[in-house]
Nanobody
Framework: QVQLVESGGGLVQAGGSLRLSCAAS????????TGWFRQAPGKEREFVAA????????RYADSTKGRFTISRDNAKNTVYLQMNSLNPEDTAIYYC??????????????????WGQGTQVTVSS
């Protein structure tokens, strides 16, 4: 099974930045799309961003567009989520997920096959 491990979460002040990492096992990682999702207490898990296997295509939720940047380094089997201009509404557990690539970047949770355990992001005011 594919293993995914998120890291980089923590406590940050409003207006600050964090960089999350998603490290994956397996040499097929470079052929898989990767998405980031987040879930706050009492809310549904929501789509944040996704990136194609080669990194040439990205997709963002409206709430994060312009503030978050997704990227990948296939040589390190790692996908990153750079988060700038954070606000308390960004507080959530952030998860990465992967799936086979079919030429588009889905936003639905059910379309992703493998998931990490999540990393907590807390933004203080």
């Amino acid at each position: 099974q594919v293993q995914l491990v998120e890291s980089g979460g923590g406590l940050v002040q409003a207006g600050g930045s964090l960089r999350l990492s998603c490290a994956a096992s397996g040499r097929t990682f470079s052929s898989m799309l990767t998405g980031w999702f987040r879930q706050a207490p009492g809310k549904e898990r929501e789509f944040v961003a996704a990136i194609s296997p080669s990194g040439d295509s990205t997709r963002y939720a409206d709430s994060t567009k312009g503030r978050f940047t997704i990227s990948r380094d296939n040589a390190k089997n790692t996908v990153y989520l750079q988060m700038n201009s954070l606000n308390p509404e960004d507080t959530a557990i952030y998860y990465c997920a992967v799936d086979s690539y079919a030429g588009f970047l889905p936003t639905a949770r059910a379309t992703y096959e493998y998931w990490g355990q999540g990393t907590q992001v807390t933004v203080s005011s």
